[in-house]
């Protein structure tokens, strides 16, 4: 499968600031890629689809000003949460997979754990 | 809406012994099941998948069986080792659908010694 890295893999900041976090893809022309965020014990939750190229398409609830995703290669996109919050802090996990047409499988990234104090 | 479900939150095994871990989906039209491994503070690792066409698919260890008619997923370990403890979360997805996996809620496996 697909070798997927993400950066950094855990950051703390204060409240306000803003934190990117980058999404490589070493092994694979990622044309999508997925963006998750996950809270302690509970599953995964699709935050936004990434497409090379074109804007991200998010998920319901998703605020996109304050998730902003840009996907300018095929091998890199990065996830900038803006003036972060104490309950944005969550785990952050990237995947990549096949850009539509038959379903197919997503390889995940290690996540990034953001925390804002 | 469609919903991914495991019915148990938490199993636990016998070192040795096989695991079976279940899950049930409501959304007919799904064609696609991935199961997943997640150890803690890491990003969930691919263990097996299956397709709609299919109703059984063997890796090394591990078995998915698929029944459509319930729309019943399961993931059997055979002679379950201390790393096999983790979450297991089943995913199904749906061509057509962008791609798109929804996630179960998650089983937490726990092999006792």
């Known amino acids: 499968g697909a070798v997927v890295s993400q950066h950094p893999s855990r950051v703390i900041c204060k409240s306000g600031t803003s934190v990117k976090i980058e999404c490589r893809s070493l092994d694979f022309q990622a044309t999508t890629m997925f963006w998750y965020r996950q809270f302690p014990k509970q599953s995964l939750m699709l935050m936004a689809t990434?497409?090379?190229?074109?804007?991200?398409?998010?998920e319901q609830g998703v605020e996109k000003d304050k998730f902003l995703i840009n996907h300018a290669s095929l091998t890199l996109s990065t996830l900038t949460v803006t003036s972060a919050h104490p309950e944005d802090s969550s785990f952050y996990i990237c995947?990549?997979?096949?850009?539509?047409?038959?379903?197919?499988?997503?390889?995940f990234g290690p996540g990034t754990r953001l925390t804002v104090l | 809406g469609e919903s991914v479900g495991l019915h148990l939150p938490t199993l636990s095994v016998q070192e040795g012994d096989n695991s079976i871990i279940n899950c049930a989906y409501s959304?007919?039209?799904?064609?696609?099941f991935i199961w997943y491994k997640q150890e803690s503070g890491k990003g969930p690792q691919f263990i097996i998948d299956i397709r709609s066409n299919m109703d059984k698919r063997q890796g090394q260890r591990v078995t998915v069986l698929l029944n459509k008619t319930v729309k019943h997923l399961s993931l059997q370990i055979a002679a379950t080792q201390p790393g096999d403890s983790a979450v297991y979360f089943c995913a199904d997805n749906l061509t057509g659908g962008g791609n798109k996996l929804t996630f179960g809620t998650g089983t937490q496996l726990k092999v006792e010694l």
């Open positions: 995947s990549v997979g096949a850009s539509g047409g038959v379903a197919d499988t997503q390889y």
């Open positions: 990434s497409n090379e190229g074109s804007k991200a398409t998010y």
């Open positions: 959304n007919s039209a799904s064609d696609y």
